[in-house]
């Protein structure tokens, strides 16, 4: 399970420095079809970077829930420190759309975790 830590705090990097350097472009409250656009795009991001991962080390089962929570729990703990700091950390971003990037990280989070528990054949792509 180490492996999937590892893959969580990578794509918890990849999305943290997309946001640090783009996140203006998606945490955008006005119009909020933007706002809508982002938490929709997110889902099949989501799925890109947990079901192929899941078929390449053929985890199933309960071990997918396991995996799941791994690639999870980094991103999840790490963001509990940087949501503090959130107007250092995300200079791109005005301070009051904290609230919107942490309702769209337990967003993100979420269906990371789904993804532990849906079966290949309920999901729209081919695992």
């Given at each position: 399970?180490?492996?999937?830590?590892?893959?969580?705090?990578?794509?918890?990097?990849?999305?943290?420095?997309?946001?640090?350097?783009?996140?203006?472009?998606?945490?955008?409250?006005?119009?909020?079809?933007?706002?809508?656009?982002?938490?929709?795009?997110?889902?099949?991001?989501?799925?890109?970077?947990?079901l192929?991962?899941?078929?390449?080390?053929?985890?199933?089962?309960?071990?997918?829930l396991?995996?799941?929570?791994?690639?999870?729990?980094?991103?999840?703990?790490?963001?509990?420190?940087?949501?503090?700091?959130?107007?250092?950390?995300?200079?791109?971003?005005?301070?009051?759309?904290?609230?919107?990037?942490a309702?769209?990280?337990?967003?993100?989070?979420?269906?990371?975790?789904?993804?532990?528990?849906?079966?290949?054949?309920?999901?729209?792509?081919?695992?």
């Amino acid at each position: 399970m180490r492996f999937f830590l590892f893959w969580g705090f990578l794509v918890w990097l990849g999305a943290s420095l997309f946001f640090r350097f783009l996140g203006q472009i998606f945490f955008v409250t006005d119009p909020i079809i933007l706002m809508i656009i982002s938490y929709i795009l997110v889902i099949p991001c989501i799925f890109l970077v947990t079901l192929p991962i899941y078929r390449w080390k053929k985890v199933q089962g309960k071990e997918r829930l396991l995996a799941a929570i791994c690639i999870a729990l980094p991103g999840m703990l790490i963001d509990s420190l940087v949501l503090v700091y959130f107007d250092h950390v995300f200079v791109n971003l005005p301070v009051y759309t904290d609230r919107y990037f942490a309702s769209w990280l337990l967003w993100a989070y979420s269906f990371i975790l789904m993804t532990g528990i849906i079966k290949n054949n309920q999901v729209g792509v081919r695992v």
